[in-house]
């Protein structure tokens, strides 16, 4: 191509010389006449070779650019095969329903050979459809109408197998002109396990919203920028009388007290601080009434915002069962103090008395034999005083139990009450070690108070008492007396005795039962921890 513009304008040159510039040398052709009829077709012959490679040049570059797009064309459309080819979703083209093209995703998609493919028809791959249904094929073709005027269609669609397994797709449908034709694109994803996992999904939705109604704790959830409650469980909407209010927009001040509102702030830097907050608090129900409340508050991040999910629960039993606590603490230690006063009172006040006369009338007599004998009683009179108070002090805290165990505590107690009733006693204590103070304390308590009630209520005449120790201590206590109602001893006054006994166990983390019946005798199991 080079070559041919170079002789083109080189002719060209040699033309517009021949015409232009050298006019002299044609008048002296001219004026010798032989050669002017030479001279003319020379020129003329010329300027038509001239003519004919100029328009030569022109028609060769128009045919080579041609040739690029061309060359560009077949490039790109190579291009465009590699990436069909290679897509991971169902690419090919509809001729009508005739398909033309279709890349290996297509076959492995839809369960179909080469061979097979160019011999189907676009409504051999889709399922057949009820007859309340069968406007479902005229929808489909309603969106085969649109993308043939122009309109490119995205839709979800269900499509068969060659093997009829059904799968889910989501369809892209697109015009395009090839080689003078139009043609349909079709590209094809199986969305199947989307679908599964969006199924998954929202069965798990359910279930969460399912154990999200069914805890019987208030739970709200607290956007603390705008100070708003935007949902809220089962319980909460009926506490707070919320039953038919969807969706939940209400203030946290319809829920809270104003001193807890303005707290926001800082309980929500201290949410995100430390992870979560626990507090007693109050609350405010639909008839107004105030409700204490035990919260735990945690930090909940959804779509870029920070909001705090609070868990409420109703601790209006604990409060009482908490204060019911403190007056038996308080009624025992007072009991206590009366009795400590009562044995002082009368075991120990009048033998000092009678201390003091004997001294008072050692010092009025004269007879040494008189005094002498007035001294020893005296000194009797005392070592009773002793004993007096050495019983009232082992009954505060036994001194064996500090210094000898449970085992020797119990025994020893046993022996005592052996020498006052006629009762029977089986104990089996399976302690090899002694226990930390708290829990020796604690059993020997509720055991002296279980074996006074059999002796003082039930009039039992044999008792049981177990004790092992085994990833923990557990204590079995039962006897034969006339046994009692629970529920209502413990409602009652006279059962403080069991209201402490409960405390000393539950106060320590351990759990007790007491199980008894009108004649049918009493069974209290009860178990500590321990801190190996």
């Known amino acids: 191509m080079k070559r041919v513009k170079t002789v083109a304008v080189i002719y060209f040159i040699i033309g517009f010389i021949w015409l232009f510039v050298t006019s002299e040398v044609q008048a002296f052709f001219i004026t010798n006449g032989a050669w002017f009829g030479v001279v003319s077709r020379l020129r003329d012959g010329l300027f038509v070779l001239v003519s004919a490679l100029f328009i030569y040049y022109v028609v060769s570059a128009e045919i080579n650019k041609n ?18 080819s290679g897509s991971k979703d169902a690419v090919f083209f509809l001729d009508g329903e005739q398909l033309i093209y279709s890349n290996p995703k297509t076959l492995e998609l839809f369960g179909c050979g080469k061979e097979q493919i160019g011999k189907l028809a676009f409504s051999d791959f889709l399922p057949p459809q009820p007859k309340d249904l069968k406007d479902s094929r005229e929808k489909y073709h309603q969106y085969f109408q649109m993308a043939m005027k122009g309109k490119s269609q995205f839709f979800e669609w269900q499509f068969k197998r060659l093997d009829d397994v059904l799968f889910d797709a989501e369809v892209s449908l697109m015009r395009v002109n090839l080689h003078e034709r139009t043609l349909l694109q079709v590209m094809v994803r199986d969305i199947t396990q989307k679908k599964r996992v969006e199924q998954a999904l929202r069965i798990t939705e359910i279930k969460l919203h399912e154990i999200f109604d069914a805890i019987d704790d ?8 705008q100070e708003k409650v935007i949902e809220a469980n089962r319980a909460a909407r009926e506490r707070y009388g919320l039953v038919d209010a969807k969706p939940l927009d209400r203030a946290v001040s319809d829920f809270f007290p104003a001193s807890l509102v303005a707290r926001l702030p800082d309980l929500k830097a201290e949410i995100e601080a430390r992870g979560f907050v626990a507090l007693e608090a109050q609350t405010i129900d639909q008839k107004g009434q105030v409700i204490p409340v035990e919260v735990l508050a945690r ?8 909001f705090i999910i609070s868990v409420g629960r109703d601790i209006t039993e ?20 009366m009795r400590v006063a009562r044995e002082l009172h009368d075991g120990v006040s009048p033998i000092i008395s009678a201390v003091k006369l004997y001294v008072q009338s ?7 034999n008189l005094r002498a004998a007035i001294l ?21 805290s036994p001194h064996v139990l500090q ?13 005592r009450v052996k020498e006052m009733h006629a009762i029977k006693y089986r104990l089996d204590l399976k302690i090899e070690k002694r226990l930390p103070p708290i829990v020796e304390i604690a059993l020997y308590r509720v055991i002296v108070e279980l074996m006074n009630n059999s002796l003082k209520y039930a009039r039992a005449t044999e008792v049981v008492i177990k004790v092992n120790r085994i990833n923990g201590v557990y204590l079995t206590y039962k006897d034969n007396g006339m046994g ?13 005795g069991l209201f402490n006994m409960t405390n000393r166990i539950q106060s320590l983390g351990g759990e007790i039962t007491i199980d008894s019946a009108r004649q049918k005798g009493c069974t209290v199991k009860a178990f500590l921890p321990l801190e190996e």
């Open 484 to 496: 009692f109602d629970v529920d209502k001893a413990m409602a009652e006054s006279k059962g403080m």
């Open 362 to 368: 050692m010092m009025d007599s004269d007879d040494e």
């Open 67 to 84: 040739k690029r797009s061309l060359r560009r064309l077949y490039e790109s459309e190579k291009k465009y095969r590699v990436l069909v």
């Open 218 to 225: 208030t739970i709200l959830i607290i956007d603390p920028e």
């Open 403 to 415: 210094n000898f165990g449970l085992v020797v505590a119990l025994e020893s107690f046993i022996d």
């Open 376 to 396: 020893q009683k005296a000194g009797e009179t005392i070592d009773e005083a002793i004993v007096s108070l050495s019983e009232i002090s082992n009954n505060l």
């Open 299 to 306: 930090a909940l991040h959804y779509n870029g915002r920070g």
């Open 318 to 337: 604990r409060l009482q069962w908490r204060k019911k606590m403190f007056n038996a603490v308080m009624e025992a230690e007072e009991k206590e103090r």
